[in-house]
């Protein structure tokens, strides 16, 4: 295959199916696929694997059992270990033993609520092994959330730990796990709880198995065979209501995509070391903490902790340089923060980075000011690169592994081999070069981006509605003079606070059913440390007296309803919402009022006063902060 950025590209889109298949070598199959793309199926339907092969055995047939596949690393606990291949197989293998034990078997759901501890990875890898289909939900959401994600996924067991660790703080989950099996319809099985020596939990008999007990009488299981189109996961990520979308990634074009990635954007070879400062509960910790690393035959490294305060803003480089980390991944909010704890870098300095030669960023746009200060610091490529949970893996980037060396602060990069991007106008025109349009992706997408919306067939055909043949990412952009795609946010009412997906639209719908509020709006506030953070404006229902106390309750019912991720903290009542005519709430006005933006009175208001009511309010509080 070719080594060169343009050739790669260009043969990617003139023939995507021999591209795939060709890329499709790097992968071990059971019956090696001679089909790339299939309307209607996905890619390589003639293709059987097993994807915990190919992240774990094959490595250990190749005589690569001694090297290590997974270093956990946890400054909340201390704790800090190095698997290799060989103990990785053992324990996946037996992982997957226990969950056959319990009577899960292929195609049946297991839903993952586990914090970023190893047995979280053999977990998913263990369901990769029996042709189960896990589905992880992130430790930062709130009962009613996973419960949601109960009902949808009908998982037949669920698997958790005692406790979370969250900087200083011990989260037990246990009263979170069981609160959602009791909001939620559908009846699990079994739960099956890892105690962690932090914080013990209570079992349910018959229901709740303990973990450790479980693994203990489990035999190790062999990988089954799998059909290339076979779901590999389902990750729920925020849509415009507040119904999660269930994004189905197919086994065998996950593979092959993922093994690409490794090798060609991010030119990382096997026996190095990647790290993705995320969480397996987001899409970055599938592809590039779990999945593609391990496939690629790389040490993967599973880190328990935040980039401050777990002890300090030196913890990233203190890991790079002591696990000799080649290539690190991470958000540009955990960027800023660790900058505004050591801006002149100090720790950098003191500490070094070992032997990284690049860091990548993706969750939110890079803005130029935080990708100079790390460049200018750690004096290495700083690169961002751009993609969603709906694609699986980066379509903008600079493929260092293509000797691609392009950037530009402020862009995402170039479309990744086999993205044909096209950025559309309302009309479904392209726009000209330099003009803002909807980023969209000419179908059909390439191998490892979604299938298909677990159980909502017309959630997905709407991602493919707006322009025909193409795929609409709900973000906006432009592509320069020069190609250089820049990515500036989004067209509908998702949010991306602290490098977390957030709806909007779900906010107000959990707001809403506060007793006192007749109607509200929540709209995304630039944040210096976390990008975006929502903020509220609610007015309450006639005769009702909002009280001091009402910002306060909204504040902890969408805690209790979203969970602690959620991160509002601003609630504002205010006598009247600014509408239009037809009764609209005009959100974009209010957005660019909270943002500073010189907005004007929209045409089409109803309430002109109302608007300037919530201007006069932002200005003194930005008074307030500012005396
Ligand atoms: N389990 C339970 N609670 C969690 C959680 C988890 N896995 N992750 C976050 N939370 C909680 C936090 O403790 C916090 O709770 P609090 O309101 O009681 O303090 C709340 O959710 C908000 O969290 P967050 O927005 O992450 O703020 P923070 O101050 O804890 O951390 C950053 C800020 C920037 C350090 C952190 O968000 C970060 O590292 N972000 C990077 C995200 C990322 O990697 N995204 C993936 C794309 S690459
Ligand atoms: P998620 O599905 O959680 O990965 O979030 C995807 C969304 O995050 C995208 O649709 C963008 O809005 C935003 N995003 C991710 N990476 C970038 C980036 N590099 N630049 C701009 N926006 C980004």
């Known amino acids: 295959m070719s080594d060169n950025y343009e050739d790669a590209y260009a043969r990617s889109l003139a023939d995507p199916d021999a591209f795939w298949l060709e890329a499709a070598g790097a992968i071990d199959w059971i019956d090696r696929p001679r089909t790339g793309w299939t309307d209607g199926l996905g890619w390589f339907v003639d293709g059987t694997l097993n994807s915990c092969y190919n992240a774990v055995d094959r490595h250990v047939a190749a005589g690569r059992g001694g090297d290590v596949a997974v270093i956990y690393e946890s400054?909340?606990?201390?704790?800090?270990?190095?698997?290799?291949?060989?103990?990785?197989?053992?324990?996946?293998?037996?992982?997957?033993?226990?969950?056959?034990?319990?009577?899960?078997?292929?195609?049946?759901?297991?839903?993952?609520?586990?914090?970023?501890?190893?047995?979280?990875?053999?977990?998913?890898?263990?369901?990769?092994?029996?042709?189960?289909?896990?589905?992880?939900?992130?430790?930062?959401?709130?009962?009613?959330?996973?419960?949601?994600?109960?009902?949808?996924?009908?998982?037949?067991?669920?698997?958790?730990?005692?406790?979370?660790?969250e900087g200083g703080r011990i989260l037990p989950y246990k009263p979170l796990v069981d609160h959602a099996l009791d909001l939620a319809a559908h009846r699990v099985e079994h739960v099956l709880l890892l105690q962690r020596p932090q914080c013990a939990a209570d079992l349910i008999p018959g229901r709740d198995r303990d973990w450790a007990e479980g693994y203990d009488a489990a035999a190790p299981t062999p990988c089954v065979p799998v059909a290339a189109t076979d779901p590999l996961y389902i990750l729920y990520t925020s849509g415009t209501t507040g119904t999660p979308k269930g994004v189905v990634r197919q086994n065998g074009g996950h593979a092959v995509a993922l093994a690409w990635s490794m090798r060609h954007i991010y030119g990382i070879k096997p026996g190095e070391t990647f790290w993705a400062a995320s969480d397996v509960g987001w899409v970055v910790g599938h592809s590039y903490i779990v999945y593609g690393p391990l496939i690629a035959g790389c040490t993967t490294l599973l880190f328990e902790g935040k980039p401050v305060g777990t002890p300090d803003a030196g913890t990233f480089w203190r890991t790079i340089a002591d696990h000799r980390v080649d290539i690190f991944f991470t958000a540009p909010t955990a960027?800023?923060?660790?900058?505004k704890e050591d801006p002149d870098g100090g720790f950098i300095r003191d500490i070094g980075t070992g032997r990284l030669r690049a860091m990548f960023l993706a969750g939110e746009r890079a803005d130029p000011d935080t990708l100079l200060w790390a460049e200018q610091h750690l004096d290495m490529p700083v690169i961002d690169h751009w993609w969603q949970t709906e694609l699986g893996w980066p379509a903008v980037a600079t493929c260092l592994g293509l000797g691609?060396?392009?950037?530009?602060?402020?862009?995402?990069?170039?479309?990744?081999?086999?993205?044909?991007?096209?950025?559309?106008?309302?009309?479904?025109?392209?726009?000209?070069?330099?003009?803002?349009?909807?980023?969209?992706?000419?179908?059909p997408l390439p191998p490892g981006c979604y299938s298909s919306l677990w159980n909502n067939a017309e959630g997905y055909g709407r991602a493919f509605q707006s322009f025909a043949g193409h795929y609409?990412?709900?973000?906006?952009?432009?592509?320069?003079?020069?190609?250089?795609?820049?990515?500036?946010?989004?067209?509908?009412?998702?949010?991306?606070v602290a490098g977390h997906r957030l709806s909007t639209g779900q906010i107000e719908q959990i707001i809403a059913?506060?007793?006192?509020?007749?109607?509200?709006?929540?709209i995304g506030a630039d944040d210096g440390l976390k990008g975006m953070v929502p903020i509220a404006f609610?007015?309450?229902?006639?005769?009702v007296d909002a009280g001091d106390a009402l910002p306060g309750e909204i504040v902890s019912l969408v805690r209790q309803e979203l969970g602690p991720v959620a991160a509002l903290k601003q609630v504002h009542i205010v006598g009247a919402l600014p509408k239009t005519r037809s009764g609209k709430i005009l959100r974009a006005a209010i957005r660019g009022i909270v943002?500073?933006?010189?907005?004007?009175?929209?045409?089409?208001?109803?309430?002109?006063?109302?608007?300037?009511k919530i201007a006069e309010l932002m200005q003194s509080r930005q008074h307030a902060a500012a005396t």
């Open 335 to 339: 960027i800023r923060a660790v900058r």
């Open 75 to 165: 400054p909340v606990t201390g704790a800090r270990q190095r698997i290799d291949f060989d103990t990785l197989l053992d324990r996946v293998s037996r992982t997957a033993g226990m969950l056959a034990d319990l009577g899960v078997g292929k195609g049946d759901r297991v839903i993952i609520y586990m914090p970023m501890i190893p047995e979280t990875l053999f977990a998913m890898l263990a369901c990769a092994r029996i042709g189960a289909i896990h589905s992880v939900v992130f430790g930062g959401f709130a009962a009613p959330e996973l419960a949601k994600r109960i009902d949808d996924a009908t998982p037949r067991v669920l698997l958790t730990a005692s406790c979370g660790i």
């Open 538 to 543: 609610a007015i309450t229902k006639s005769g």
């Open 513 to 522: 059913a506060h007793p006192a509020v007749a109607e509200c709006a929540v």
């Open 472 to 496: 609409e990412s709900g973000d906006a952009g432009h592509v320069d003079s020069d190609g250089f795609v820049h990515i500036m946010g989004r067209t509908d009412d998702i949010i991306n």
């Open 404 to 443: 691609d060396e392009r950037r530009r602060a402020g862009s995402a990069g170039f479309p990744v081999p086999g993205f044909r991007f096209a950025v559309l106008g309302d009309d479904g025109v392209s726009v000209a070069p330099g003009a803002s349009g909807h980023m969209t992706v000419a179908t």
């Open 595 to 612: 943002n500073g933006a010189d907005v004007g009175i929209p045409p089409t208001i109803e309430n002109p006063d109302a608007l300037a």
